[in-house]
């Protein structure tokens, strides 16, 4: 049973099947960048380099990059296994496929665990710069410190955040502003002068993802209606003096950023990193990258109070160190398999 | 006759050093107006005029030059479409001006379509026309009136009915609006609008201005009361560049070069036939001179640009040739193989003649996008992968020689260019990752460009590792190998017919026919290359 199970781990190692990979990927490739051409890199790539299966008329799966990357992995590790000759003249060729494997693995993980992120910052010098997440989770943030994460869309719920209680009335993805309520019970105030919010079934032209909360000041009792649109771009100011908002999943980075000038190809800024502060330029072309974030200037844009806001692309990528390790890897192994060749020749 | 030559060398070059502000660049007026004839109808001179003379003429006599034959349509279609003599392939300004409301409209269009695509530049070369025929508007007195009260209340010279905007402006910028009666005003501020929005258009700027690195229009000066200077000064620091820029274009090394590599594979089919040691020096001297041309060309292009030259197609091309020809020097001269000198120097030549045509014609200097702009990263990854693409060229074309003559040594030559090839085409790719990674935040992002070159290297380890595995024979791995130019031709040109992703500045259009025609061609040779080698090997069984 088990010379029967290494014959077939053998043969799963041949360079055949190697052959049949390699020949897959060119196909993909190919296949896939004249799809580009016909409906743009982005969904191309989502489609043929960002999945499992490829389907073809909607009905006959083909393998995806995914797919062919967990095939290609598994048969690295055997080629490495049972394949390449394990001598010492080999280790050239050991280290350029470590490398390769490296790449498919880290890909495959880092592919899953990368998080765009988005960042927008006022050009005061004083105020940080928010790092939002791009994915669909929301919190509700008080003073830009404390949170609380939005439940889904729909679902209402009450919680406490610093000195107050908040008890949500209305929560909707499909939310329909109501510029001046008539109606007592649809009174609220928001930062954007809305008095009033429904939620709607059918998709209206005007959509304002959001919530109503009445909000309690656990000592002074006093209680207010709010409402909190999803991407406002004002806080809402509480009573109390309080920035209130509603926004997408912050991310806490190790730094802080303030915004100093800006034009229109980058930004300087201040950074504050580990106690220490210091001026950057943050352009095109030239990102600011440390522990494992990248931050990338993406444009300025004029408020209606003449405040500059400047916006930020962002990412957080644990396995940033994937494709140097691979590169380093693979040049290693390039200079020993061609060192090894040599010194056999001259042998 | 060496200070004859100098001397007519500087003169040349003291000519023709006006610096003129276009396209993101400063340059000397010489490349503006190839640039600008180059647009109307691809030559470097019409009739008895240079592109500078004609260029100039339209500027300061565009009466005269309205009914030149300057716009080449290259579809008769075009022409009948456009109410033209459908015979005729060159068009004046005056027949395309009264189709221009059926170029506009085209020129909004959003298709493709070879015939819109046409249309539109014809469009916008009848667009370039005016906009140099009015350049010099500002002079002119196209700006007329017979009111005697307007003249005297603008204080104008009641002599005259014409004025030109400088001469107006010279009166009028100063005056207190409300001095004026409501018909002046409008009469003067209808006027300011009219002179602005012309010389707006004006393609020619003026450079610099008092404040250092300020660009100024003709619009600014006259505003300002400041005199217009000559709508060239030649900025002192550039001076030097710019002389160089004209002599570049002048002497159009690339087709020197072209003229050398001819001369040498005649040469080399002249040792074919007789065997003659002096006409195989002449031979070697004359490739030698070539790589040199090449070498010399590539260096004025980096001097001209301040830059790394690596900024278009053609450049890397250039770049390909110039390492074609330092390893083919290397196998000659360290590995005595001079089998590969005569194909080569044919490869090199088709490659030079198609790249030699965009080395000098128009302005062939494009400025780098800001996004690519990092000499560093550029010169490493383009030169790596430039040397990776030459190798896996070459080891196409050795391919093709080991089904000619097949022996051990020329085997085993292939797969050290193909794996020379191949490492250098990886090298390359990471390179580009890594600055790819730091300028866009992102190590690899399947842009085309990028998967054309991992095309290529996949093609190459599939060859490769069917040597090692013994899955094909070492004929099958020759044949599989012979098909690395066409597969470096799709990669490295066909990719940029598809016009998306990052590497915009590959992006190039009407090469589709020259491509389908090598690969129809090559595949031709060598399928029949193919079976020569099986009827050598039957007779060599037999």
């Known amino acids: 049973m088990f010379d029967r199970v290494k014959r077939l781990l053998k043969r799963a190692a041949s360079l055949q099947i190697t052959i049949v990979l390699l020949a897959f990927f060119a196909v993909l490739l190919f296949w896939g960048v004249l799809y580009q051409s016909k409906v743009g890199v982005d969904l191309a790539t989502e489609r043929f380099f960002g999945s499992f299966f490829i389907w073809v008329f909607d009905v006959i799966p083909l393998p995806g990059l995914y797919s062919l990357l967990v095939v290609s992995a598994i048969h690295l590790i055997l080629s490495m296994l049972y394949r390449i000759p394990q001598q010492k003249k080999s280790i050239g060729l050991y280290t350029m496929h470590l490398a390769l494997l490296i790449l498919i ?3 495959l993980i880092g592919g899953f665990s ?13 105020t940080d710069v928010v790092f939002e997440r791009s994915s669909e989770d929301y919190e509700i943030v008080l003073n830009d410190s404390l949170s609380f994460p939005l439940p889904p869309w729909g679902e209402l719920k009450s919680f406490q955040l610093g000195p107050y209680d908040f008890k949500m009335i209305l929560s909707c ?42 909000v309690k000041h656990n000592e002074f009792h006093h209680e207010e209606k709010i409402l909190l649109g999803l991407n406002e771009r004002r806080p809402y100011i509480l009573t109390g003096g309080e920035q209130l908002r ?17 034009d229109k190809t980058g930004a300087d800024v201040l950074i504050s990193e580990k106690g220490d502060s210091f001026p950057r330029r943050i352009a095109l072309n030239v990102p600011y990258k440390s522990s494992h974030y990248s931050i990338y200037f993406s444009t300025v844009l004029d408020s209606f109070d003449d405040q500059k806001i400047v916006l930020f692309k ?10 140097y390790l691979f590169t380093i890897l693979l040049l290693a192994g390039l200079a020993l398999h061609y060192l090894i060749l040599r010194e056999g020749k001259k042998s | 006759m060496r200070k004859v030559v100098l001397f007519t060398l500087l003169l040349i070059s003291l000519l023709y050093s006006e610096g003129i502000y276009s396209q993101g660049r400063i340059k000397p007026f010489d490349s503006f107006s190839r640039e600008v004839l180059y647009h109307f109808n691809g030559k470097t001179s019409f009739q008895e005029f240079s592109a500078k ?23 008769a279609e075009i022409a009948a479409l456009l109410h033209l003599d459908s015979k005729k392939r060159y068009h004046s300004y005056s027949s395309l001006k009264k189709s221009e409301l059926l170029l506009q409209q085209y020129n909004e269009r959003e298709d493709k379509h070879p015939i819109t695509l046409e249309l539109k530049d014809i469009y916008k070369n009848t ?27 603008l204080g104008l010279d009641l002599a005259k009915s014409s004025y030109s905007p400088e001469e107006l402006l010279s009166k009028i910028r100063l005056q207190d609006s409300t001095l004026l009666s409501d018909a002046a005003l409008w009469w003067r501020d209808s006027l300011l609008f009219q002179t602005y929005m012309s010389l707006q258009e004006s393609p020619l700027r003026i450079y610099p201005s008092e404040k250092e690195g300020e660009l100024v229009s003709a619009w600014d000066y006259l505003w300002r009361g400041v005199p217009i200077p000559s709508y060239s000064i030649p900025p002192e620091e550039n001076s030097l560049k710019l002389r160089v820029e004209v002599f570049y274009h002048q002497w159009n090394l690339p087709q020197k070069a072209l003229i050398l590599l001819g001369l040498a594979i005649l040469m080399g089919f002249i040792t074919r036939v007789f065997e003659n040691r002096f006409i195989k020096r002449v031979q070697i001297i004359l490739l030698g001179s070539c790589g040199l041309l090449l070498t010399l060309t590539l260096g004025l292009r980096a001097f001209i640009m301040q830059a790394p030259p690596l900024a278009s197609l053609y450049e890397v091309m250039l770049l390909v040739l110039v390492l074609i020809s330092f390893i083919l020097g290397f196998l000659s001269i360290k590995k005595s193989l001079t089998i590969a000198i005569i194909p080569s120097s044919l490869l090199m030549f088709i490659l030079l003649f198609f790249a030699q045509n965009a080395l000098v014609q128009g302005d062939s200097f494009s400025v780098l996008p800001a996004l690519l702009n990092s000499s560093f990263w550029l010169t490493t990854h383009v030169f790596t992968i430039a040397l990776g693409y030459s190798g896996m060229i070459l080891s196409g074309l050795w391919a093709h020689l080991c089904m000619l003559k097949p022996s051990k040594q020329n085997h085993r030559v292939l797969y050290g260019i193909l794996v020379f090839g191949m490492s250098f085409t990886v090298i390359g790719i990471l390179l580009g990752g890594i600055w790819a990674d730091l300028a866009w935040g992102r190590f690899w992002g399947w842009d085309p460009k990028e998967c054309g070159a991992l095309f290529l290297v996949l093609w190459a380890m599939i060859s490769l590792h069917a040597k090692a595995g013994r899955v094909i024979t070492q004929e099958g791995f020759v044949f599989f190998s012979a098909w690395n130019m066409i597969i470096v031709a799709l990669c490295w040109f066909g990719i940029n017919l598809l016009g998306i992703g990052l590497h915009s500045y590959g992006f190039q259009r009407g090469i589709e026919l020259s491509l389908l025609i090598f690969i129809i061609a090559d595949s031709f040779l060598i399928f029949f290359l193919t079976s020569i080698q099986r009827r050598q090997m039957r007779s060599s069984l037999e």
């Open chain 1, 105 to 107: 693995l880290g890909g």
């Open chain 1, 114 to 126: 990368r998080v765009p992120l988005k960042g927008y910052g006022i050009v005061d010098g004083k």
């Open chain 1, 173 to 214: 993805e499909e939310g329909y502003p109501i510029v001046k309520a008539k109606e007592e019970r649809l009174i609220l105030k928001n930062a954007s002068g809305f008095q009033g919010f429904e939620c709607r079934d059918k998709k209206e032209s005007v959509q304002f993802p959001g919530i109503a909360l009445v």
């Open chain 1, 246 to 262: 509603l926004s997408n999943w912050r991310e806490k980075m190790p730094f802080s950023i303030q915004v100093i000038s800006v």
């Open chain 1, 314 to 323: 962002a990412k957080k990528d644990l396995f940033d160190f994937v494709p």
């Open chain 2, 53 to 75: 003379e004609l260029v100039l003429k339209i500027i300061q006599d565009p009466a005269s030059t309205e009914d030149f034959e300057l716009f080449k349509i290259n579809r």
């Open chain 2, 127 to 153: 667009r370039l026309y005016e906009s140099l025929a009015h350049a010099l508007d500002y002079k002119r007195p196209w700006i007329q009136t017979e009111s005697d009260s307007l003249k005297s209340e």
